[in-house]
């Protein structure tokens, strides 16, 4: 399944992971929620690992990925813009 891929199984896992914390990151109904909470509900064991692998695939920190979203999620809704906050980074390689 993997084979021809730039990904491994544990990278490709990895990055879906990284994915899921991404999305639950920028939800505003998770915003109060720490980001080392995020990281362990996706089975990340530290927030310092989980640091270096978001900001590896991301080119920023997690803390400051969300300060992003919900920054452009208040512009946008203050100027009626209905488009959701775009996702950056591609997924992290191992």
Known sequence: MFAGTNFTVAAWIRARRVEMCQRDLADPHMANLPVAAIAARWGFKGASHFGQVFRGGAGRTPAEFRR???TQLRENR???SCSPPGRSGSPPQE
């Open 68 to 70: 992003e979203v919900m």
């Open 78 to 80: 203050s100027t009626g």
